[in-house]
């Protein structure tokens, strides 16, 4: 891990036995205790790995609304404030985003499709939300380790993509065979004239995990290839029978199934709407900042 961030500059890893041996434990006492939302149990939980990794400086994403965990901004800002204590008393400057999740971030919603979106954000294409919010972390980032570079520039030349091809490859990983895809690929079309209000990020989820993209149990079956590829993002104008959303699954049959709740998770209303802001507050050491 160590020789590969100097070689390469960066590294993925997870909370492995090795590095938190006492995590499954903790989570488990915290289960049957009813503690699992204590807010200094969760704060704790994320920022002992944050630090046991080693990191000088971390920049944090906390989310809230229908698609996370925190329910609302004041939960989030309340457990950003808490993870922020936590890491500047370790000795690390820390920074943390409290960002919405009531409507998804991107245009797409599934494992191998998100990878493909995420690698395509590293080739500074795609999503101009999903981009910016990547440039918000970078920046971030970049100012809490002394680095003053462009970062729009970086992220448009695709040397973003090219470190992360490096890295996937020295940890063993084979882009060149590519991403799964999903046999049926079929359109669910809206019901209505108007505008895209908002999409349940909740609702897309589950919807999702009926496709097979998560899992209910532990012995599920993931299929990497199902999920959702969204055309019409909030603020879109669609008319009756435009693609809302491609769902991408095993067969049409799966499709047939969640095609009315992914319907229904989309709200459209007949005046014009301008989609909100992602970011919705910054949290240092000096306190709480809101977005304008």
């Known amino acids: 891990f160590i020789q590969q961030v100097r070689e390469i500059g960066i590294a993925v890893a997870a909370q492995s036995p090795r590095m938190v041996p006492a995590d499954k434990l903790l989570y488990a006492l915290r289960d049957v205790t009813a503690t699992v939302p204590s807010l200094p149990l969760i704060a704790s939980s994320i920022m002992s790995k944050k630090i046991a990794?080693?990191?000088?400086?971390?920049?944090?994403?906390?989310?809230?609304?229908?698609?996370?965990?925190?329910?609302?901004?004041?939960?989030?800002?309340?457990?950003?404030?808490?993870?922020?204590?936590?890491?500047?008393?370790?000795?690390?400057?820390?920074?943390?985003?409290?960002?919405?999740?009531?409507?998804?971030?991107?245009?797409?919603?599934?494992?191998?499709?998100?990878?493909?979106?995420?690698?395509?954000?590293?080739?500074?294409?795609?999503?101009?939300?999903?981009?910016?919010?990547?440039?918000?972390?970078?920046?971030?980032?970049?100012?809490?380790?002394?680095?003053?570079?462009?970062?729009?520039?970086?992220?448009?030349?695709?040397?973003?993509?090219?470190?992360?091809?490096?890295?996937?490859?020295?940890?063993?990983?084979?882009?060149?065979?590519?991403?799964?895809?999903?046999?049926?690929?079929?359109?669910?079309?809206?019901?209505?004239?108007?505008?895209?209000?908002?999409?349940?990020?909740?609702?897309?989820?589950?919807?999702?995990?009926?496709?097979?993209?998560?899992?209910?149990?532990?012995?599920?079956?993931?299929?990497?290839?199902?999920g959702f590829v969204i055309q019409a993002p909030v603020g879109a104008r669609v008319r009756k029978g435009e693609p809302l959303v491609t769902v991408h699954a095993r067969t049409p049959e799966l499709v047939e199934r969640v095609a009315s709740r992914i319907r229904n998770a989309w709200r459209i209303v007949d005046r014009e709407v301008r989609r909100p802001p992602h970011v919705l507050a910054r949290v240092d050491r000096d306190g709480v900042t809101k977005a304008d």
Request: aromatic share 2%; hydrophobic share 45%.
């Open 53 to 226: 990794a080693g990191a000088d400086a971390i920049v944090l994403d906390v989310k809230f609304g229908r698609g996370a965990f925190m329910p609302d901004i004041a939960a989030a800002e309340d457990l950003a404030r808490e993870m922020v204590v936590l890491g500047e008393g370790a000795g690390r400057r820390t920074v943390a985003l409290v960002t919405a999740m009531d409507n998804p971030l991107g245009r797409s919603v599934g494992n191998a499709l998100e990878v493909q979106e995420a690698l395509d954000a590293l080739a500074g294409e795609g999503d101009e939300e999903l981009l910016e919010v990547c440039l918000r972390v970078t920046r971030e980032m970049c100012d809490l380790a002394g680095v003053s570079a462009d970062v729009a520039k970086v992220l448009r030349s695709g040397a973003g993509r090219e470190r992360f091809e490096r890295m996937l490859a020295a940890q063993g990983g084979h882009l060149e065979r590519g991403l799964p895809l999903a046999p049926a690929r079929i359109a669910v079309g809206a019901d209505v004239d108007g505008y895209v209000e908002g999409i349940d990020a909740l609702e897309v989820g589950l919807s999702a995990l009926e496709l097979g993209a998560g899992r209910t149990r532990k012995e599920d079956r993931i299929d990497p290839a199902a």
